[in-house]
């Protein structure tokens, strides 16, 4: 089984940044390298959505809403995603889940973390 723990939410005024951080953890044979790995969040009253998603070879996809201000990046060889979230605003509030997903025929399950709470407010 996959595990994820996110850390860094937290509460900040809007143009301040905030470091989400996602770690996987798994099974003896279960290579982080095989997941693809991304960002969503899911605001009060509407549905999850991707903010940025990284393949193993580190391409990347971002929500249109955060391009040019977040940065998803992932560290192969600790096992490990972020998200730097710069020039945050107020429509960024929401919780935060990392997310694996698996892309070999033995696993092509969706993993998902507890969230972690992001409120960006004067």
């Known amino acids: 089984q996959v595990q994820l723990v996110e850390s860094g939410g937290g509460l900040v005024q809007p143009g301040e940044s905030l470091r989400l951080s996602c770690a996987f953890s798994g099974r003896i044979f279960t290579l982080f390298t095989r997941y693809t790995m991304g960002w969503h969040r899911q605001a009060p009253g509407k549905q999850r959505e991707l903010v940025a998603g990284?393949?193993?070879?580190?391409?990347?996809n971002y929500a249109d809403s955060v391009k040019g201000r977040f940065t998803i990046s992932r560290d192969n060889a600790k096992n490990t995603v972020t998200l730097q979230m710069n020039s945050l605003k107020p429509e960024d509030t929401a919780v935060y889940y990392c997310?694996?997903?698996?892309?070999?025929?033995?696993?092509?399950?969706?993993?998902w973390g507890q969230g972690t709470q992001v409120t960006v407010s004067s």
């Open positions: 990284i393949t193993s070879g580190g391409s990347t």
């Open positions: 997310n694996a997903k698996g892309t070999t025929a033995w696993d092509r399950n969706d993993y």
